[in-house]
């Protein structure tokens, strides 16, 4: 079985497709739908890829066609919420940069601690005024 599925599928599918019992057949046949078995988010659980595994071999060739087509739009649908995912993540990263410019900000920094500064000396100052006065 082993050199079946590293005859049949992708390299970084072996360790997981080893957990299974997978019709040999099936591999040779329909290497595709049982790479989109395995790489599927909506089978989750171990044995519910199992359980689809063990019915491949009583399923007509339509039901077949469907589960095909059905894991595929899932994998599309997938595939493009992660690239809106990855171009939204992209915009607020270029939108972060622009607007955060190092220099700035620490010439900003400076300004505020500048006033500050000022406001202390002044306070300071009109303080001593005051005790002056009493």
Do not use: C, G, H
Request: charged share 30%.
């Amino acid at each position: 079985m082993t050199s079946a599925i590293q005859q049949y599928l992708p390299e970084n599918l072996w360790s997981l497709a080893e957990w299974f019992n997978i019709p040999e057949a099936f591999l040779e046949s329909n290497a595709s739908l049982i790479q989109l078995i395995l790489e599927s988010k909506s089978l989750a659980e171990q044995t519910e890829k199992q359980n689809w595994f063990n019915l491949l071999p009583i399923m007509s060739q339509e039901q077949i066609d469907k589960l095909y087509d059905i894991l595929t739009r899932e994998k599309q649908k997938l595939q493009e919420i992660n690239d809106k995912y990855a171009k939204k993540q992209e915009e607020i990263n270029k939108k972060y940069q622009q607007s955060y410019n190092p220099e700035t900000y620490y010439q900003n920094q400076a300004k505020i601690k500048e006033e500050e500064s000022k406001t202390r000396d002044q306070e300071l100052v009109e303080a001593d005024n005051l005790l002056t006065q009493i």
